[in-house]
């Protein structure tokens, strides 16, 4: 039977300060903890780089363990305006204190938190030093009511696939925004069969409430999760409307370790921006309460770098509290403490490298894709609904409040996932066939580096009567089955034969081994194309295998046909050959061109499809960008122009070296070509011009 951790924090802090059973070390409470805790993240509402905070609203700071309720007082925990003490009221639950202004604060105004050494971890351990976070507020206060962004059930995320849970699953669910920790309790997050509430523990760290039941859960059993009205964000504003999902157990029980599936900075990697953040993506849920300042840290060579720690869906995410230096090697380390929700734990601690380059990141990021597209029919109604970005995004800005769903005026309900560089909407029921919806990201979502979205993008499509039930295929795989001398420093990608859920492919679901050692490498997916990147170079004349399980789904659900395995073998040698554009549609001078017609580049070779995005592969009508997607599939990369182009007129297009090919070498040179509009649309349907081997052909040979 598992512990009740409230209990357990409350009784431990209750003998600290009634008994005063101190060793004799300085004071320190006599157990095997001797770890000082830190301030492992800060929050104000809403929470926005420190800038337009709410002036309504509360401030809190969260620790990387629990803390002595009775040190955190508005003697260690306060706010200032210059050198102005602010009233506000202190409270601490879980390991989170808040700090609530009497009083509604002014707008456009630096306020400082302070948190002092006098707070202590329920051993007696100080703060190392004081810990001060400043923000400034907006114009107004907060009025928004909070939504749930996403669910995540035992393995799995989101919750549209919450059949055959482990039994000793935890649940979690993550907020729109940051929430009142004291709000969400055992009150007001319950999980139930039937009509019976089930106990558990309840946790809140940053955005995510888990609960954790007390005993195993039963077999093939259906389960209610429901969140109440009574949960309210750090403005104090309240839930509209309660919210529940359910889940079926299946009969066996998580013992499987959780993996990181992909970083960014990539290991390796070289010009990072210097006021960029840095993530690690997990092959699945993970324990809110264990990803920590003290589980995920940065260092740079034996000096530990300040940043906050959040967690959000799958995502650990490190903000320094200040920019890194520049041209300097950073170390980012996971240890092996994070546990998933089941309290299966890292295999070994995990740590990658990276090095900073001498500016900042000032671009903004763009949508380079959606699925549905613009103006799509006959979508399914069982189906979800992505956005591709340029970049990879912060994914606390990736939310309910900022990736949104209408009909009409009315909204969808949605669950918003975030991996990789792709956003999520999941909604909870089926859609209305014959409807037209549109979706919304707005310019709130912000990359690793804050910059904005540069405009809010906004797409329609009208679904069709039918749910996809079609299981997704490996359509084709780089390497190919039984290739040779595949070079040392190669990627390998499996394109599937639709779009897929990028949530469901990780370093558990495409894995790389040379015979039965596994290859660490980290995972990535962009639209129909998923791409395994070995942390290492592989081993030269040596044979590998790789394979693609039926945990793998598309975005209607539907887990893949059969599980995909093939083989390959290495030659002696790295590709260092830059890729090169082979031709282009239309050709460059080209005129009469229809005003309806996509623009494509084939490469040489195939090539790293989250190098190919709307910030790397543009078109131009003199100096004025046009809205486009960008897709990539086989070695053709295609940009779409959200609405048609303009009659008699001259296009640029250009491809920058950004574009990299799957052994990381970029475009030798940027390219770039022009063609002129004709004055009508190309409404001629396609015909099959030629096969191989001809209609009728004998003789063919077998292989």
Request: aromatic letters at 6%; hydrophobic letters at 40%.
């Amino acid at each position: 039977m598992r512990i009740h951790q409230a209990l357990f924090v409350l009784l431990i802090a209750a003998i600290i300060s009634l008994t005063g059973c101190m060793s004799g070390n300085g004071g320190q409470w006599s157990s095997t903890d001797n770890t000082a805790p830190t301030v492992s993240s800060t929050m104000t509402a809403p929470a926005d780089d420190g800038s337009g905070a709410a002036t309504n609203g509360a401030i809190t700071a969260t620790f990387s363990e629990g803390m002595s309720p009775f040190t955190i007082t508005d003697q260690t925990f306060f706010l200032k305006q210059g050198i102005v003490d602010i009233p506000c009221t202190v409270t601490y639950t879980g390991t989170s204190a808040t700090l609530r202004p009497v009083a509604v604060l002014a707008a456009n105004t630096i306020y400082t938190a302070t948190i002092t050494t006098g707070v202590k971890d329920l051993a007696g351990y100080q703060l190392a030093a004081d810990h001060s976070f400043s923000f400034t507020t907006g114009t107004m206060g907060d009025s928004i009511p909070p939504t749930m962004s996403s669910t995540i059930t035992a393995l799995y995320a989101p919750s549209d696939f919450g059949a055959g849970v482990a039994l000793n699953g935890s649940i979690t669910a993550s907020f729109s925004e940051a929430m009142d920790p004291a709000s969400i309790n055992d009150s007001t997050f319950l999980l139930k069969k039937g009509t019976t509430v089930i106990g558990c523990d309840v946790t809140y760290v940053g955005t995510v409430a888990t609960l954790n039941p007390s005993d195993n859960l039963e077999a093939n059993t259906t389960y209610t999760v429901a969140i109440t009205t009574g949960a309210k964000d750090l403005a104090g504003n309240y839930f509209t409307t309660g919210q529940s999902w359910s889940f079926t157990t299946g009969t066996s029980e998580d013992n499987t370790v959780p993996t990181v599936s992909s970083t960014f900075p990539a290991t390796g990697a070289v010009g990072s921006a210097v006021n960029g953040n840095i993530t690690a993506t997990f092959s699945e849920g993970i324990s809110p309460g264990t990803v920590t300042s003290n589980s995920f840290t940065l260092m740079q060579g034996t000096t530990l770098i300040p940043c906050d720690v959040t967690y959000v869906g799958t995502i650990a995410t490190l903000n320094p509290t200040s920019n890194l230096a520049a041209n300097t090697l950073y170390t980012a380390l996971l240890k092996k403490a994070v546990t998933d929700l089941a309290g299966n734990a890292l295999v070994l601690d995990s740590t990658w490298s990276f090095t900073t380059g001498a500016a900042l990141d000032t671009t903004a990021p763009v949508v380079s894709s959606t699925i549905p597209a613009s103006a799509a029919t006959g979508v399914a109604v069982n189906s979800n609904i992505t956005g591709t970005f340029s970049e990879a995004m912060a994914p606390a800005t990736v939310t309910t409040a900022t990736f949104t769903l209408r009909q009409g005026g009315a909204p969808v309900t949605c669950e918003v996932t975030y991996v990789g560089m792709i956003g999520t909407l999941h909604p909870t029921d089926n859609l209305k066939a014959g409807t037209v919806y549109s979706a919304e990201i707005s310019t709130t979502a912000k990359d690793l580096a804050g910059n904005a979205l540069a405009v809010k993008k906004t797409w329609s499509f009208t679904t069709g009567t039918t749910a996809d039930a079609t299981a997704p295929l490996a359509s084709s795989t780089v390497p190919a089955n039984a290739a040779t001398g595949v070079a040392i420093n190669a990627n390998i990608s499996v394109t599937f034969s639709e779009a897929m859920n990028p949530a469901t492919i990780t370093s558990v679901s495409f894995t790389l081994k040379q015979g039965a050692t596994a290859i660490e490498s980290s995972v990535a997916t962009v639209g129909s194309i998923a791409t395994l990147n070995p942390i290492n170079d592989l081993a030269a004349s040596t044979q590998y295998t790789a394979t693609i399980t039926t945990a793998v789904r598309d975005l209607a659900g539907n887990a893949l046909a059969v599980a995909k395995t093939w083989s390959f073998t290495t030659g002696a040698a790295s590709d260092t050959t830059a890729p090169a554009v082979s031709s282009t549609l239309p050709a460059s001078a080209a005129t009469a061109v229809a005003v309806n017609a996509n623009v494509t580049a084939t490469f040489s070779e195939a090539m790293d499809p989250s190098t190919i995005t709307a910030a790397i592969f543009t078109l131009l009508q003199g100096t004025v960008a046009v809205l486009c997607d960008a897709t990539y599939v086989g070695t053709i990369a295609t940009l779409n122009p959200v609405a048609d182009l303009t009659a008699g007129t001259i296009y640029t297009a250009t491809i920058t070296t950004g574009a990299k090919d799957l052994a990381g070498n970029a475009l030798a040179v940027a390219k770039t070509w022009s063609f002129t509009t004709g004055a009508t649309s190309d409404t001629t349907a396609p015909t099959v011009s030629s096969t191989h081997p001809a209609s009728a052909a004998t003789a063919v040979s077998v292989n």
